[in-house]
């Protein structure tokens, strides 16, 4: 059975950090775009970040350009999501999703063939 699951969800004080965690189960990550959504109580889904299968193209929404950083280890079958300076807007559930696309070196927040089912993160004082 092929899934993503996404593990480093949790509770943190605004200012603080959080690791997210994106590991595939029934595949390897090689070849697929992977790309890191959330969505809070509310509100749409909005995508964060993507990274091409090559790495070589990563893409960050403005809300979380120059905190958020993504990154994956093909050996290891993982894609991270590094989470810096939490705001409380930025609780919601995390989720991460994988696509193959034409092109090694294409992200894109749309398309995507796997999902997980997410993480929870509540950023509160």
């Known amino acids: 059975q092929l899934q993503l699951v996404e593990s480093g969800g949790g509770s943190v004080q605004p200012g603080g950090s959080l690791r997210l965690s994106c590991a595939a189960s029934?595949?390897?990550?090689?070849?697929?775009?992977i790309g890191w959504f959330r969505q809070a109580p509310g509100k749409e889904r909005e995508g964060l970040s993507c990274i091409s299968s090559s790495g070589s193209n990563i893409n960050y929404a403005d809300s979380v350009k120059g905190r958020f950083t993504i990154s994956r280890d093909n050996a290891k079958n993982m894609v991270y999501l590094q989470m810096n300076s939490l705001k409380s807007e930025d609780t919601a559930i995390y989720y991460c999703?994988?696509?193959?696309?034409?092109?090694?070196?294409?992200?894109?927040?749309?398309?995507?063939?796997?999902w997980g089912e997410g993480t929870a993160v509540i950023v509160s004082s």
């Open positions: 029934g595949f390897t990550l090689d070849g697929y775009a």
């Open positions: 999703a994988a696509a193959v696309f034409g092109e090694d070196y294409y992200c894109s927040y749309y398309g995507m063939d796997y």
